[in-house]
T-cell receptor, first 110, second 112 residues
Framework: GIQVEQSPPDLILQEGANSTLRCNFSDSVNNLQWFHQNPWGQLINLFYIPSGTKQNGRLSATTVATERYSLLYISSSQTTDSGVYFC????????????FGSGTRLSIRP | EAQVTQNPRYLITVTGKKLTVTCSQNMNHEYMSWYRQDPGLGLRQIYYSMNVEVTDKGDVPEGYKVSRKEKRNFPLILESPSPNQTSLYFCASRTGVNTEAFFGQGTRLTVV
């Protein structure tokens, strides 16, 4: 089956730092989403980004579908950015489900 | 406000006592699904539904049932819960293939 790998698995940063999270996938996908799971367990939609680049405030994302990767950029980190970031993909071959990566756990120190 | 609503948010129950976790969406989405999240195993699909009265198994369906009698609702039923079903559960909905998915707030279930 498809492999969805995220790196790094853990990241600890000081408030104000910038970071880049990566998502690699081993098969062709219909679409890709980035989520933030906050400390209360809620999954928050960040980006729906099958291809191209999008920006939302301090966050931006780029997906290069032909090269099978996506990047999530977080600039000027705040403590509220802490949590786990997931990428999730939908396969061309099996559009009935969304497959999640294992996540990147981000901790922002004040 | 467009949303997916799960209830309850937290539940502690005993082995064998039937329970239902409700999921409702107000976006007129065709696709709905249930996931469970476990440490080290990530999020795994339990069941999904592509439309009213159309449901199918995901990766980990054992011990669960679902129904889709109305487009907006997709309840998850545990007929005889066991401790290995202790988990964080998410309901999701989306318009269809190749569309953005929206998740509920999650239901933290503990079976003792």
């Amino acid at each position: 089956g498809i492999q969805v790998e995220q790196s790094p698995p853990d990241l600890i940063l000081q408030e104000g730092a910038n970071s880049t999270l990566r998502c690699n996938f081993s098969d062709s996908v219909n679409n890709l989403q980035w989520f933030h799971q906050n400390p209360w367990g809620q999954l928050i939609n960040l980006f729906y980004i099958p291809s191209g680049t999008k920006q939302n405030g301090r966050l931006s994302a780029t997906t290069v579908a032909t090269e099978r990767y996506s990047l999530l950029y977080i600039s000027s980190s705040q403590t509220t950015d802490s949590g786990v970031y997931f990428c999730a993909v939908e396969l061309y071959s099996s559009a009935s489900k969304i497959i999640f990566g294992s996540g990147t756990r981000l901790s922002i120190r004040p | 406000e467009a949303q997916v609503t799960q209830n309850p948010r937290y539940l502690i129950t005993v082995t064998g006592k039937k329970l239902t976790v409700t999921c409702s969406q107000n976006m007129n989405h065709e696709y709905m699904s249930w996931y469970r999240q476990d440490p080290g195993l990530g999020l795994r699909q339990i069941y999904y539904s592509m439309n009213v009265e159309v449901t199918d198994k995901g990766d980990v369906p054992e011990g669960y049932k679902v129904s889709r009698k109305e487009k907006r609702n997709f309840p998850l039923i545990l007929e005889s819960p066991s401790p290995n079903q202790t988990s964080l559960y998410f309901c999701a909905s989306r318009t269809g293939v190749n569309t953005e998915a929206f998740f509920g707030q999650g239901t933290r279930l503990t079976v003792v």
